[in-house]
Structure formats: C-alpha cells, structure tokens
C-alpha cells in the first residue's frame, strides 16, 4: 500500500527521523495561513501518488504567504502528468507546505527487502535527488550497500558506514548516523516494503532531513498497523484494483488486450510469459487465489472485462482447493449478465474440471477451449487480433 508524503513524514517524524516544518492543505486560504504560520519561504508540493513532481509543475516555491495562496489556487484541482502518472495524470488534491531550507548536497537514502539475500538493504547515494534506478543503471559504483541481518537489525559500524562512504563530517556525520538509525527502525516497525529520503537534504548550516520521502507497505502485514491502514487513500488507486480489493481478489492493471483470470501467482507469472511468448500482451491479470467462493468468481470476471482494453479473456485455472466447477458457475453468471460478446478462451485442469465444462458447454455460451497454456495463450492472442 501507497501513502502520500505528508503521511509518510508524520510516521517518520514519530520514530525521530527529522523532517522539515509543514503542513497539508486543500485550500488556498489554508496553504496561506500556513505560509504565514510558518514565517519563510514556502515549497508548495502536489501530494499526488506519483514521483517526478517537479517535473510537471507539481512543485512550487513561494516567498511570501499571498504568492503562496495565489501558486495553491492554480495547483489544487489541477491534473499533475509525471513520468510516473501515465497521460492520464493525476488530479491534486491537496498540498504539501513546508518551510524552505537552504540546501547545502542532495544525497540519497532508501531501505528495500533484498529478494536474493532475503534481508533489508540499506542503499544512500551521494548522487540524490536523480532518479536512483537511472544512477544505478549508468553509475552503479555510485550506489553504496547495507545489508541488514533480520536477527541483529541494523548494528552501528553499518550507519557509520554509510556515513562515512557519503563523505559526511562532523556534526553533520553524526545527525546522518542516528537518522539512518531512525529510517531503519520506521521500516522494520511498520512492515514497510520500502523506505525512500530522496533528497535526503544537508542544509548550509549542515544539518540533515527528509527532503522528500515515500514508504510503502506490505499489504499483508497491514492487518498489524490499522492506523496505517486507514491512510488509505482510493482515489489514487485503479478503481478496478479498489473493487478487486473488496472481494480479496488480486488484480493487476497492465498495458495490452487480453485480460487474464487464474488461480495462484505463480499461475498468473505463466499466464503472462505465455501471452507474450505467443505475441501477445496481458491487460491485466486477476489472480482469484485458492479458496474463492462462486460469487467472488462472479464479480472476478465481471471486473477482469470491465476493462475497456480487453478484447479478449483467457481463463488458465489449475483446480486444486479451487473447484472448476465453481469457476465455472461463476463465469457463466458473470458473462449472462453481463452480456458480454468478447471472445473467451478456457483451459481448465484439475477438480472436478469435467463438471466445470460440462457447465460451460451447457451454459449456451460461446467459449475457446485449450488443452494447454500454449494452445490457450495462442488461440486467445490470434482472437484478439
């Protein structure tokens, strides 16, 4: 789960990670009297879920509280375009006002779990605020490494490091030492997936904080922070993702035209390789998981082709808890009201999968049938075309 960067510094703030003074705002006589509260200059910054504000005009400097209610009147309501936000854009509603520091280096710092060695890496970067997959990408020696032990946590020689390696002195060293300190525990208290300072900011007067700052979550912890859970903000999310989330159902928006419905995430990750492999390219896929009942199959189909991309459907299901025959129920429900007239191809395996097409055939409904996951991947992409 996404939060904004107001949300983020305030969780941050709690576990002694500095953060710069401010306040969020979805008005402009509100940004003003916090501009004025405030006393300095002001950076006005769209809180959308999406990096490369700057770039779209989402981030703005005021320096005095009426240029600041002036700037806020033509950012809310805005639709912000981002390299992240896709042509659609973002619409903002609300911003972020904070005091304007002088700004000495721009580093970068972020925390991630480690797939291959299954830990917490600690990553800083003396090349902040630039886009931290294209430094690794061009200058990876730039990318400093701190990989955390989940038995012994982060040990201070680590921060010290870290420090070190950023070419930090002084006073200056030691803020950075307890606030990496700080970083780490925010994310390992809250299931964070991710911990992003970028810039992670070294003032003139050679003090450190979190110029910007992004954390993520692990859906499946979320049920151990419920004031983290209710940050939640929907409109920032697919609404077809929202509506697949009310049913415990996975659904993943993707660029192409065949949607893709199957059971298990191993399943979708073939699914998709298979698609493409047969020239094709997935919608989305929407994973209906083990043990899902018959109406939560029904509203699985409906919202698989509810996308206006999908030109066509392809149901890969290998019954194991799952039945095929609820699978099947539930599709010939969906696709009766629906009415839908896309063409639907189905391969489906495992228990009680002669039933489960014995539902389909009898259904009165048009299906493609496959004996496998190539024959299915390339009859459902030759359909589509």
């Known amino acids: 789960m996404k939060i904004h960067e107001f949300q983020a510094k305030q969780i941050l703030a709690r576990y002694g990670v500095r953060v710069p003074r401010g306040e969020v705002a979805g008005k402009p006589d509100q940004v003003q009297e916090i501009a004025q509260r405030l006393g300095s200059r002001v950076v006005l910054k769209a809180q959308i879920h999406a990096g490369g504000r700057g770039k779209g005009g989402g981030i703005k400097i005021a320096d005095t509280p009426e240029q600041a209610a002036n700037l806020a009147a033509d950012m809310i309501g805005m639709t912000l375009v981002t390299p992240q936000t896709g042509p659609e854009g973002r619409k903002v509603k609300s911003l972020l006002v904070e005091e304007a520091l002088d700004i000495d280096r721009e580093l970068y710092l972020g925390i991630v779990i480690d797939r291959a060695t299954e830990a917490p890496v600690i990553m800083a970067s003396t090349e902040g605020g630039m886009e931290i997959e294209k430094v690794a990408a061009e200058t990876p020696e730039l990318i400093i490494k701190e990989f955390i032990h989940p038995g012994t946590g982060l040990l201070g020689f680590q921060a010290r490091n870290l420090a070190f390696k950023l070419g930090l002195k002084g006073s200056t060293f030691k803020q950075a030492v307890a606030f990496i300190d700080a970083l780490y525990k925010a994310f390992e208290g809250t299931d964070a997936s991710l911990a992003e300072i970028n810039p992670l900011l ?10 910007d700052a992004k954390m993520n979550f692990d859906d499946n912890a979320l049920y151990r922070h419920p004031e983290i859970r209710e940050l939640r903000d929907l409109d920032e999310e697919s609404p077809l993702e929202v509506e697949a989330s009310k049913h415990d159902l996975n659904y993943i928006k993707l660029d192409g035209n065949v949607g893709c419905m199957v059971n298990g995430a191993g399943l979708a990750m073939a699914t998709m390789d298979i698609v493409k ?16 009942s018959e109406e939560a199959v029904t509203n699985a189909f409906k919202i698989l082709v509810s996308d206006p991309d999908v030109k066509g459907a392809l149901i890969n299901i290998f019954g194991g808890i799952v039945r095929c025959d609820l699978i099947a129920s539930g599709v010939v429900k969906a696709a009766k009201e629906l009415g839908t007239n896309i063409p639907i191809v189905i391969r489906l395996e495992g228990t009680n999968v002669d039933l489960g097409k014995k539902i389909l055939k009898d259904s009165g409904l048009t299906f493609s049938w496959a004996s496998g996951m190539k024959e299915a991947a390339e009859t459902v992409v030759a359909l589509v075309k």
Request: aromatic content about 8%.
């Open 202 to 211: 070294i003032t003139k007067n050679g003090d450190v904080l979190a110029l």
């Open 277 to 292: 492999y047969s020239g094709g390219v997935p919608a989305n896929f929407l994973d209906v998981g083990g043990g899902v």
